[in-house]
């Protein structure tokens, strides 16, 4: 009997090990899959704002669990529409809330994201001029843009989103073409979002305008979500496990 603690030991080790499986095929954006608030499609992009004083969002019908790693990929366009600067910008957003969520509309800079308690990746124009990863619910947690959105004529380019929910690391990349310019961002932060926002969280979009404005839109949008893989280290103790039952039982057989 007192070989049997280490066996039961690996066996709990190994029936506990999650195995990798992709939640369905990547999911983008059309009449079915999105939930439209204040937006709508237009020429195979969401719009999300056209003239001023709008607050809009588009979510993922379907919630994601939070237990899942994700990978997100979207295009998008922002063009000025009759201000300088161009206002407020958009919001790659998750929240808990549900697909009908709206977040604060008072004021353009809100980014219709502030108040849903949310996690996003911020690109906000105007004068405020911010780009990256928030995880404090508030369009002004993202860092400062190192180049100027606001004063842009049209900025375009691509985000991926990607997280791991065995280490908890949002990271974010992509390039952006400000009036004809390449830029590369990216931003990383560490954060679990089961924690966060419980089993089940909503994947979408918001913008807003003010009293300047701009024409936003995402032009494309992918997302996967795979069951979580375990580190090495699981691995490595699992198989230190195996070893330490070769050693015990060669041990009895010698003695």
């Not at 237990?67 to 958009?90: C, E, H, R, V, Y």
């Not at 380019?157 to 949002?170: F, R």
């Not at 070893?243 to 009895?252: D, E, G, N, P, Y």
Request: cysteine-free; hydrophobic content about 40%.
């Amino acid at each position: 009997m007192r070989y049997l603690l280490p066996v039961s030991v690996v066996l709990s080790i190994l029936f506990a090990l999650p195995v990798s499986a992709a939640v369905g095929p990547a999911t983008t954006f059309d009449g079915n899959s999105m939930n439209l608030i204040n937006s709508q499609l237009k020429g195979g992009a969401i719009e999300l704002t056209s003239s001023g004083n709008q607050h809009s969002a588009a979510w993922l019908t379907s919630g994601l669990s939070t237990k899942n790693s994700f990978s997100s990929t979207f295009n998008f366009s922002l063009a000025q529409n009759g201000s300088n600067p161009m206002a407020d910008g958009i919001t790659f957003a998750l929240q808990n809330v549900g697909n009908s969520a709206l977040g604060s509309t008072n004021g353009g800079n809100t980014l219709a994201y502030n108040g849903l308690n949310g996690v996003g990746s911020i690109i906000q124009t105007y004068t405020n001029n911010r780009l990256g990863l928030d995880t404090t619910g508030n369009a002004s947690g993202a860092a400062s843009s190192k180049f100027n959105l606001g004063s842009a004529n049209l900025i375009t380019g691509n985000e991926t989103i990607n997280y791991n929910a065995i280490t908890h690391v949002l990271d974010m990349s992509g390039t952006f073409n400000v009036d004809g310019k390449n830029y590369a961002v990216s931003d990383t932060k560490t954060i679990n979002l089961f924690t966060k926002f419980g089993s089940t969280m909503y994947a979408g979009f918001t913008g807003a305008t003010g009293g300047a404005t701009a024409e936003q839109k995402i032009t494309s949008f992918t997302m996967s979500s795979v069951s979580a893989v375990p580190e090495p280290e699981t691995y490595a103790m699992l198989l230190g496990g195996l070893a330490l039952i070769s050693f015990m039982v060669l041990r009895r057989k010698s003695s």
